[in-house]
Each structure stands twice: as C-alpha cells, then as structure tokens.
Nanobody, 126 residues
Framework: QVQLVESGGGLVQAGGSLTLSCAVS????????MGWFRQAPGKEREGVAA????????VYANSVAGRFTISQANAENTVYLQMNSLKPEDTAMYYC???????????????????WGQGTQVTVSS
C-alpha cells in the first residue's frame, strides 16, 4: 500500500524559507512522477512543482519558479520542496502526490496523480 506523509510545514515570516518533506513508502514502481500541490481556503488545488524519474524532468508553476526547488533523496525515499523567499500568497495546505509511469504534460494537474498525502500547512505572515 502506497503511503505519502508530508512534514515540515509551519508559520514563517515573509521572505523566509521552509523545507517540506514527503516520505514515500510501499512504492514499488521504478518509473514514476511526483509533485507538490497546494490549496488555499476557497481556492482550487494547484500544482507547484513536479518531477519525473528517469527523464529527470522538473516543472514549476510560474508563481514559484526561481523560489521553490523540488528534489528527491532516493536512499531515503523522500521528496523535498525547498521554499525560499516565501510570500503571504504562498499560504496554503501543501500536498505531495505520486503516480506510476511517465508523462510529458499535465505534471501540475491534480487529476494526473493517483496517490496523495494528507497535507502539511504552510502559513506565511506579512
């Protein structure tokens, strides 16, 4: 059974940094893609960053490009989201997600993913 568990959220001042972690267990596929999504109250869930194993493809939403970095520590079965220069508009519940296989498009689309974590809250104060 695939499980994704996020951690690392919290309260931070604008301009600060946070690193989110997503611990992955039960995943046996060698080719897969993973992403980070966020959802603020009253808004739709939006893709933030994603990567595809094998090809090494990474994609970022325009709103976070240059500030956020997605990475993976294979030995730890963990995916990270390093968030720098945080803004109040980054405040949201952040989720990691995974799906087997590979794709070239739709990496920031929630419906492209099969497995989801429970989320970790990020709050950025002004």
């Amino acid at each position: 059974q695939v499980q994704l568990v996020e951690s690392g959220g919290g309260l931070v001042q604008a301009g600060g940094s946070l690193t989110l972690s997503c611990a992955v267990s039960g995943y046996t596929y060698s080719n897969y893609y993973m992403g980070w999504f966020r959802q603020a109250p009253g808004k739709e869930r939006e893709g933030v960053a994603a990567f595809v194993t094998g090809s090494g493809t990474t994609v970022y939403a325009n709103s976070v490009a240059g500030r956020f970095t997605i990475s993976q520590a294979n030995a730890e079965n963990t995916v990270y989201l390093q968030m720098n220069s945080l803004k109040p508009e980054d405040t949201a519940m952040y989720y990691c997600a995974a799906a087997d296989g590979s794709r070239l498009w739709g990496l920031l689309t929630p419906t492209s993913y099969k497995y989801w974590g429970q989320g970790t809250q990020v709050t950025v104060s002004s």
